[in-house]
């Protein structure tokens, strides 16, 4: 049940509202309609092309609970199939709502470099109504950004050697003072970064202009159960997810990880459920997060990824019981793995006094302990599927 009597970070008591949440049908929406159901009395318009992630918070009571049974969250989360690019219903969504969040988005690497425009599109073109409606009918936005904004960092530009690269300066990643560097056009892989800067550069001009009241926030790498798709499981069998979930699709099949260059580039890892809370947090202290930009990482859990790989071989041999492969990973170039037009950042790591200091706010979940959960769900969800789809006899040619 929702808790009785909940207050805000100052004090006063947090009131139930009605949230619109664009693209609740997602990894971090369906954890965030979770955690709205579970420990808060508001309600969710939800609203994405896809429910499958969040069937289990739609679906009535089954036969076995018996029909007396009742969810804590009976009536407070509704779904709307809708797609924002041309649906007129989502004003009016809108408009009924205290709050808005969008979480819409392609952000997959992969499609950044094979499919630019739609990249574009959808993280700026189908962004602008969003922002539009709120700021039309003094609506309070929380538009979920990119760690990828801040592209590569000052220090990427120095010599390997350079005692510079180690001062912090030159690669922790502020809000409100560091460079957004991309590298040049032809690099198709920024385009992603380039349409999410350019949105949070409107959003910001309309809260300087028109009053627009948001906050934006800037993940860093959030990981955990419902991460986007196993290739042929439960989504295309072309198509190349994002890290976790390829290197999970690895793991379960048995097969090398591929390391795209070396796997040399640096990461910081966070639990989606720690960052949910970040997130809770904002949703209700609008006095504090208002106007204000946030990265959510978690700094203490660097790694390159070459290092994640050799983690996840180990968490996975534990997971599931299977001796690690004798060849765990293998390299690939990156023009082999994601065509022409790659380009990468270096390091990303947050600074994170802003969001300490504002909403008191710390990742608790240590990398080892994330990937245990997370391959423990990967395993318990897939394994059984990916071992029936590997005996299929494959057809003959002739």
């Not at 709502?97 to 997959?108: E, P, R």
Request: hydrophobic share 35%.
């Amino acid at each position: 049940m929702a808790a009785a009597g909940r207050l805000d970070l100052d004090g006063n008591p947090i009131r139930p509202m009605t949230i619109c949440m664009i693209g609740a049908g997602g990894f971090i929406g369906s954890h965030l309609c979770e955690k709205l159901m579970a420990e808060t009395p508001h309600t969710v318009l939800a609203v994405d092309v896809y429910s499958d992630k969040i069937k289990h918070l739609l679906d009535p009571p089954t036969a076995a609970e018996g029909q007396q049974a009742r969810h804590s969250w009976d009536g407070r989360i509704q779904f709307h199939r809708l797609n924002i690019k041309h649906d007129s219903r989502l004003e009016a969504l809108i408009k009924m709502s205290d709050l808005t969040i969008n979480l819409a988005a392609i952000c997959t690497p992969a499609d950044y470099n094979t499919r630019p425009l739609d990249t574009i599109y959808s993280n700026f073109i189908d962004a602008l109504p969003v922002v539009r409606y709120c700021s039309e009918n003094n609506k309070r936005l929380i538009h979920f950004s990119t760690c990828e904004v801040y592209g590569k960092t000052i220090g990427s530009f120095l010599p390997k050697d350079h005692p510079l690269r180690k001062e912090p300066d030159f690669y922790v990643l502020t809000e409100d003072a560091s460079p957004c560097i991309f590298g040049p056009i032809e690099k198709q892989r920024w385009s992603y970064a380039c349409a999410k800067q350019l949105i949070e550069r409107l959003i910001y001009g309309e809260g300087a202009e028109n009053g627009l009241e948001f906050t934006i926030v800037r993940p860093f790498n959030w990981i955990g159960p419902r991460m986007d798709f196993i290739p042929g499981i439960d989504g295309p069998s072309e198509g190349v997810p994002r890290v976790l979930a390829c290197f999970s699709n690895n793991l379960l099949r048995r097969e090398p990880l591929k390391l795209v260059d070396g796997g040399q580039s640096q990461r910081t890892f966070v639990y989606i459920k720690d960052a949910i809370e970040a997130v809770l947090l904002m949703i209700e202290n609008p006095e504090r997060a208002n106007g204000h930009i946030f990265n959510v990482g978690n700094p203490n859990n660097e790694v390159t990824v070459k290092q994640l790989a050799e983690i996840m071989t180990q968490v996975y041999s534990k997971v599931s019981g299977e001796p690690p492969l004798e060849v765990a990973t293998i390299d690939v170039s990156s023009k082999e793995f994601y065509g022409e037009g790659y380009d990468d950042s270096d390091k990303r790591i947050p600074d994170m006094t802003i969001i300490n200091k504002q909403l008191g706010w710390n990742p608790k979940t240590s990398l080892w302990d994330l990937l245990d959960s997370t391959l423990t769900y990967q395993h318990r969800t897939y394994a059984e599927a990916i071992k029936r789809a590997m005996a299929k006899p494959v057809a003959s040619s002739s």
